[in-house]
Every structure is written in C-alpha cells, then in structure tokens.
Nanobody, 121 residues
Framework: QVQLVESGGGLVQPGGSLRLSCTASGRISSIRGMGWYRQAPGKQRESVATITSGGSTNYADSVKGRFTVSRDNAKNTVYLQMNSLKPEDTAVYFC???????????????WGQGTQVTVAS
C-alpha cells in the first residue's frame, strides 16, 4: 500500500516562512499529480497548489506569488515553500498525490494525515 507523510508545519509569525515536505512510500509504480490542500476551522478544504509530473503548476489566487510548489520525482516528494505568511494561511495542510500502485491499472488520490500551520504573533 501507499503512505504519504507530511512534515514542516508549525508556528510562525506573520511575514515568516515555512517549507512543507511530503514523501510518498510504498508499492508505487508511478505518481502523476501532486499537491497541497488546506482546511481552516469553519472553512471548506481548498486547493492550495498542485504540480504535474512534468512540472506544471497551479496556485490558488490567495497564495500566488507567495507560495511555491515543487517536486523531486526521484524521492517521491513534493514541497511547498510558503513565504510572506499571513494569519489567514493558518490551516491544516494536506498532501495529496495521484498514484498508481504496482499491479494496478488505474491511479487514485492518496492523502496525508495533515500538518498544522499556524501563523500568529
């Protein structure tokens, strides 16, 4: 089976930076899209940033210019560099990856457990 594990969350002051990492492990044949979602208290889960296997990216308007998503295909890892953080960025951040396992013909989304990011003074 497949597991995604996030790291890098924590408490940071407004204007600060954090770098999130997410590594997939298991019987992975291939990974297509990877990305980050977040969910703040009282709000719906929203897409933050995604990246294709070829490196094409998409960002939510609220984070564009501040966040950068990247990936290392050899390490099965996706990153989210978060700069100029704002209190409204406070949320649980979830890693997601579209993965095909060995001996399967289709891929599906796998989700990490989430990591808390808190932006406050």
């Amino acid at each position: 089976q497949v597991q995604l594990v996030e790291s890098g969350g924590g408490l940071v002051q407004p204007g600060g930076s954090l770098r999130l990492s997410c590594t997939a492990s298991g019987r992975i044949s291939s990974i297509r899209g990877m990305g980050w979602y977040r969910q703040a208290p009282g709000k719906q889960r929203e897409s933050v940033a995604t990246i294709t296997s070829g490196g094409s990216t998409n960002y939510a308007d609220s984070v564009k210019g501040r966040f950068t998503v990247s990936r290392d295909n050899a390490k099965n890892t996706v990153y989210l560099q978060m700069n100029s953080l704002k209190p409204e960025d406070t949320a649980v951040y979830f890693c997601v990856a579209d993965i095909r396992e060995y001996f399967t013909t289709t891929s599906r989304d796998y989700w990490g457990q989430g990591t808390q990011v808190t932006v406050a003074s």
